[in-house]
Structure formats: structure tokens, C-alpha cells
């Protein structure tokens, strides 16, 4: 290696929001991951979506399976909260042992929703749940009222449902995930310690003129939509401030390309192959490589109440090409930056 390049060493990084899928993509999905993860905290909004613990270490099951040889990995489940969620099933989901969050999607608000929750009121029993046992609550925070922006749906979530929510649950653990608004980086900040948040790689390096200006770019396209540049700057700030509130959280999530170049595309950016590359990449940009470590690495473990992990990974500032495609069954997954530098490398 060349002594000139700059070289970071960090306790081996968790992410504490990833879409694997199922089937066939676990392939691609699970050895991306364990090539720099620890741990991850598996989304439950498959078709159907996993919503008990048989269903979870079924998944996880499947999940391991699919790990090559030489990786480990260890997928923490996370349950799929419906209309229909019981205390019962809260308390099997503790006791398990493998599943370590319960996740709301308001129906209707992103990929795989269609069986989430369409009233809040009706998981209070679950939440109550919750808040006794331990389990922490995965959000997905957008109002889904076709009335209201679709640029404001974060905003309003947190008045409309999150602020009354954490006063009628003050000891609930809360992760309002993927934040994209300078309003939520304000709520976190300034809520009890029990509110956390994750932010992508996507959000802290790209911002709506990436997805609209001058064309639309459908693999900028994933939900909460990418906002203004100063929200991005807002976000930028709260993950490099070394505030224990704010960890990583890729949302990586692949869909095939026949899906997100379409007339009525979808939501989600691939990014677990490269993941804390291109968080490295986003932390130096800002000048602030050094609190990269406590953000991907101590923060999520810390807020989850799980051992921090003790391997190192080291990355490197060398410049390689992301590829233009993966396979991905009968078609093609484009990851974020197909066929464009990433400026960070890890090193094997
Ligand atoms: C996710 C997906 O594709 O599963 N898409 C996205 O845009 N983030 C779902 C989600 O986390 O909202
Ligand atoms: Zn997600």
C-alpha cells in the first residue's frame, strides 16, 4: 500500500436498517452485507411480511443459509407491525431472542406497505408491549394522506403522529428511521434518549436536484424522497456531530431494473455493496472521517442494548469504479453510482 494514502481503522460496523429480500437475491444481498457488516437489522416487508416470530426465524434461517463460506453475519429480525399485531406476539418476539425491533409502515407509504398499519391507535396495544419489554420501534415516518406533499409527509408525521406518540409513550425506544428533514433532525435532537435515528448514505450524499434536475434519475428515487440541499446539509451535520442519537442505517434496497426504470418506477436505492465506502466517502467529504467510527459502529449497538463489536475493518481513500449491474434473477439490479467512482475502498 502506498503510505501517502490516507487509511481509517474501525471497529467492524453494523447496519441497522437493510432490505435482504428473499429467494434467489439473498445471494447478492446477505454476502454484500457480511463483507463489512457485523450485524444488521433485516426489514420485514417482504410479500407477504413477516409478522411473527416463526416467520422471523424462518427468514433468518434463509438469511444464513445464503452466506458464503467465509462470511458471517448475524440478521437481527424485525417484525412487520399490522392492524392486527397482539401483545402475544410482542412478548414471543422478545422472548425470542433474534428478533429485535417491530416496524411501522403507515399503509400505503412506501415498498410493501399495503399491510401496514392504517391508524396508529390500533398497535397501542402492541406499543404498550413494547414499551415493558424492551423492543424497539422502527419507523417509517411519513403521513400517507394523498392531500399532503410529498415533500412534507416527514414533517408532518412528526406533528401529526410522532410528537403525540413519545408523550403517550415516553419509555419506548424509538428508531425514526432513514431521517430526511432538518425538522426530524431537530425532534431527535431535542427528544428524550429513547428517540433515535438512522441516516443513508443516499440522503447525506445526494438531494432532490440529484433525482429531478436536468432529467429524472430513477435510481436517486427511494422513500422519504430526497429533499432540499439544506436538508442534506442538516443531516450531514447531525450524522458527523458525534451525537449518539443519530447511526447508520443504509436502507439498501434493491429492486430489478426493469422495476425502477419504468414509467411508474420504484422506490429504493442499492447501496449495501459498497455501503461504508460510501459513507466514508460522505463523513470526508464533510472533513469529519474521524466520527465515522461512533456513527457506524458504537451508536447503533450502544442505543440497542447489544455488545459493540470487537473486529476491525480498515478502508482506504482509493478510488474505484462502481459496476455498471448485477445480476439479479432473470434481470438486472443498478446499484446507486453504477459506473462511477466511489472514492473510499475497503481493504480485505
Ligand atoms: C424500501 C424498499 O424498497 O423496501 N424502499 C425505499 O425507498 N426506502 C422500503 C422503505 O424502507 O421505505
Ligand atoms: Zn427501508
Given amino acids: 500500500m502506498n ?4 487509511t481509517v ?20 444481498t446477505v454476502n454484500d452485507a457480511a463483507k463489512q457488516f457485523g450485524r444488521v437489522i433485516v426489514m420485514p416487508n417482504l410479500l407477504p411480511p413477516v409478522t411473527n416470530t416463526v416467520q422471523a426465524q424462518q427468514y433468518r434461517q434463509r438469511i444464513i443459509e445464503a452466506l ?39 399503509a400505503g407509504a412506501t415498498t410493501h406497505s399495503d399491510s401496514g398499519v392504517t391508524d396508529i391507535k390500533n398497535i397501542y396495544p402492541a406499543l404498550e408491549e413494547m414499551q415493558k419489554n424492551g423492543l424497539v420501534f422502527s419507523i ?9 406533499d410529498i415533500f412534507d409527509r416527514e414533517e408532518k408525521f412528526i406533528d401529526q403522529i410522532l410528537t403525540p406518540l413519545v408523550s403517550d409513550f415516553p419509555e419506548l425506544k424509538i428508531v425514526f428511521e432513514h431521517i430526511t428533514t432538518q425538522q426530524a433532525v431537530d425532534f431527535v435532537q431535542s427528544a428524550n434518549d429513547n428517540i ?43 450524522a458527523t456531530s458525534g451525537n449518539k442519537k443519530f447511526f447508520i442505517g443504509t436502507d439498501s434496497a434493491p429492486h430489478p431494473q426493469h422495476s425502477k426504470e419504468s414509467a411508474c418506477g420504484c422506490a429504493g436505492a442499492y447501496t449495501a455493496f459498497a455501503a461504508i465506502e460510501l459513507y466514508a ?13 461512533g456513527f457506524a459502529s458504537f451508536y447503533g449497538a450502544d442505543f440497542y442494548q447489544l455488545p459493540r463489536n470487537t473486529q476491525l475493518i480498515t478502508l482506504q481513500k ?4 462502481a459496476p455498471s449491474h448485477f445480476d439479479m434473477s432473470d434481470d438486472k439490479l443498478i446499484p ?3 459506473q462511477q467512482d466511489i472514492l473510499w475502498s475497503l481493504i480485505d
Fill in 318 to 321: 482509493k478510488t474505484w469504479q
Fill in 140 to 148: 417509517h415516518g411519513e403521513i400517507t394522506d394523498s392531500h399532503v
Fill in 9 to 28: 481503522t474501525l471497529v467492524q460496523p453494523d447496519d441497522w436498517h437493510i432490505h435482504l429480500r428473499d429467494g434467489p437475491a439473498l445471494a447478492r
Fill in 196 to 238: 433515535a435515528a438512522t441516516i443513508t448514505i443516499h440522503h447525506l450524499l445526494y438531494n432532490r436536484n440529484h433525482l429531478l434536475a436536468g432529467g429524472i434519475r430513477p435510481h436517486y428515487y427511494c422513500l422519504p424522497i430526497l429533499k432540499r440541499e439544506l436538508h442534506q446539509k442538516s443531516l450531514i451535520q447531525a
Fill in 281 to 293: 466517502e460522505a463523513f470526508d467529504l464533510a472533513n469529519a472521517i474521524d466520527k465515522l467510527e
Fill in 68 to 106: 458464503d463460506l467465509q462470511l458471517t453475519l448475524d440478521p437481527l429480525m424485525v417484525l412487520y407491525l399490522t392492524d392486527n399485531t397482539s401483545a402475544d406476539t410482542v412478548r414471543q418476539a422478545k422472548q425470542s431472542g433474534f428478533v429485535h425491533a417491530a416496524k411501522l409502515y403507515p
Fill in 336 to 338: 446507486l453510482r453504477a
Fill in 3 to 6: 503510505s501517502a494514502t490516507p
